[in-house]
């Protein structure tokens, strides 16, 4: 299995332009986030989905969008790259035990840069 | 929501020497506590969790203790060697209950162990 796969590695935006990461997973997870990580700031929780077709937000959501339409592909899209943007993006799935745990993977990770 | 926080931000231990790093969280529903160590330029990994109906957890020289009624959990790390430096974040899950899952993140704790 290769686990989370994520695209690009690293990305360079100029502002207003528009592009889509790329997160894919091959462990059959239903539930799939992404999260941004800034220094001092932790990982926050953009958006996240249960299940091919469900979708919801997280909290700091305003200015990517999500989908999904398969199991295995969750993409994130910035609209109109904004320098807020800067960040590392990480995609992680994970399960859900019988026990209620809920161990998340994480991919490698994208480093974009919006000047 | 949920708030975890996590301190201290930054550690530095020698070789050899104990590290702790404590968390506290808002939400008594609150019932899995994973912690995931991240690695320069890597995604987080898991390396321990505990539920809320155990108290303590050990892993080889990893250990994680959990206080329901302080709603606060720590991470020990004994003889801590050089490849143990690295960002390490706590979480916590209500389960899959109406968060679906979801993790809340503390805002991470740099190690760094001197040889």
């Known amino acids: 299995n290769a686990g989370v796969t994520q695209t690009p590695k690293f990305q360079v935006l100029k502002t207003g332009q528009s592009m889509t990461l790329q997160c894919a997973q091959d462990?059959?997870?239903?539930?799939m986030s992404w999260y941004r990580q800034d220094p001092g700031m932790g990982l926050r929780l953009i958006h996240y989905s249960v299940g091919a077709g469900i979708t919801d937000q997280g909290e700091v959501p305003n200015g990517y969008n999500v989908s999904r339409s398969t199991t295995e592909d969750f993409p994130l899209r910035l609209l109109s790259a904004a320098p807020s943007q800067t960040s590392v993006y990480f995609c992680?799935?994970?399960?859900?035990?019988?026990?209620?745990?809920?161990?998340?993977?994480f991919g490698p990770g994208t480093r974009l840069t919006v000047l | 929501g949920e708030n975890v926080e996590q301190h201290p931000s930054t550690l530095s231990v020698q070789e050899g020497d104990s590290a702790v790093i404590k968390c506290t969280y808002s939400?008594?529903?609150?019932?899995?506590f994973p912690w995931y160590k991240q690695e320069l330029g890597k995604g987080p990994q898991l390396i321990i969790d505990?539920?809320?109906?155990?108290g303590e957890k050990k892993d080889q020289r990893i250990a994680v203790t959990l206080n329901k009624t302080a709603k606060h959990f720590s991470l020990h790390i004994t003889e801590t060697q050089p490849e143990d430096s690295a960002v390490y974040f706590c979480?916590?899950?209500?389960?899959?209950?109406?968060?679906?899952?979801?993790?809340?993140f503390g805002r991470g704790t740099q190690l760094t162990v001197w040889p």
């Open positions: 462990m059959n997870h239903e539930y």
């Open positions: 505990i539920r809320s109906n155990v």
């Open positions: 992680a799935s994970s399960y859900f035990g019988v026990s209620g745990d809920n161990e998340q993977f």
């Open positions: 939400d008594s529903a609150s019932n899995y």
């Open positions: 979480a916590a899950s209500m389960g899959r209950g109406s968060t679906l899952g979801r993790l809340y």
